[in-house]
């Protein structure tokens, strides 16, 4: 337990809580806007579509704000040298995460485990939807520059240790 209080965990927890704070988010939001739906009732044609609306954007929103509010409040304080360290450890997870996950679909399945785990790192959900909708498309090479979002949290990082 005592390990967890180091610096060098601080990005990772950080992240991985705001992560599941943000699944547990878009839930909400996906199931209040699926009830707003069928509560609209069936169309002209006599269906009723269910689609994600605007959840993606508003949860990638949420995800932004909670990804700076917990480096203001957790992070700040660190030397920036201390919160690259830590920051290499998310960026390193993610990156063996995206692997895993495009390892599991080559093999012709999604691995139920990978997307458990996705939920640590949804905390930096607001940089993959800024390049997806940026590039209009959802590939590996448009997703890698957003591993690197924990780097951000440099920003808040003393120049030295004796600050």
Known sequence: MEALKKPVWRVPLVLGCTGLLCRALTFILGFAWGTIQRLRGPGPDGTTVLTSGYVTE??????????????????????????FLSATIMVLFQALLLAWEQLSQIMGGFSLWAYRLYALTEGTMWADQLLIRLFDTVSVP???????APYLYLVFGNRSASR
Do not use: C, Q
Request: net charge positive; no cysteine; proline share 3%.
């Open 142 to 148: 448009v997703l890698i520059p957003a591993l690197f």
């Open 58 to 83: 508003i949860a990638a929103v949420i995800s932004f704000l909670l990804f700076w509010l917990a480096g203001w409040r957790f992070i700040r304080g660190l030397t920036r040298r201390e919160i």
